[in-house]
């Protein structure tokens, strides 16, 4: 029996822990149901940088590059969502025309090191604002 390469719809239960940051990974993630929130893991803390629900994608640029996911996600309720193999589309990916091609790659690396910046200046917000309470 040949193997379904298609996109598949898969369920979470809340509180599971869907991406791990670090990790990775070529699944992106479409949200049918439910929510799902989005931290990164700095100076041993979780930092909150977003929530997701349905109609909304997550995963997108370890689809795209392949390299390291750049946050965790985890289920904040039950939910189903459309899966998408980036392992199982790599062909058509690799379709695309050159320009194109060129384009999602600027763009991933940009989002990719925006991360960055704003997981730290987060954590340095959530750090002050913790401090001047104490």
Not at 59 to 64: A, M
Not at 69 to 89: E, F, P, T, Y
Request: hydrophobic share 40%; with cysteine; charged share 30%.
């Amino acid at each position: 029996m040949s193997e379904k390469k298609g996109p598949k719809v898969v369920s979470f239960k809340a509180g599971e822990l869907i991406i791990k940051e670090g990790e990775l990974g070529r699944s992106m993630y479409i949200i049918k149901a439910g929510d799902v929130r989005v931290f990164k893991t700095f100076l041993g803390r979780k930092v909150a940088i977003g929530h997701l629900s349905a109609g909304e994608i997550f995963g997108e640029l370890g689809f795209f590059d392949g390299k390291k996911r750049i946050a965790s996600i985890d289920a904040l309720s039950d939910i189903s969502a459309i899966c998408i193999d980036g392992q199982k589309v790599e062909k058509d990916i690799k379709e695309l025309p050159n320009w194109l091609a060129s384009i999602f790659k600027t763009v991933v690396e940009r989002l990719r090191s925006t991360d960055e910046k704003l997981a730290v200046l987060q954590n340095k917000i959530e750090f002050e604002n913790t401090s001047k309470k104490t």
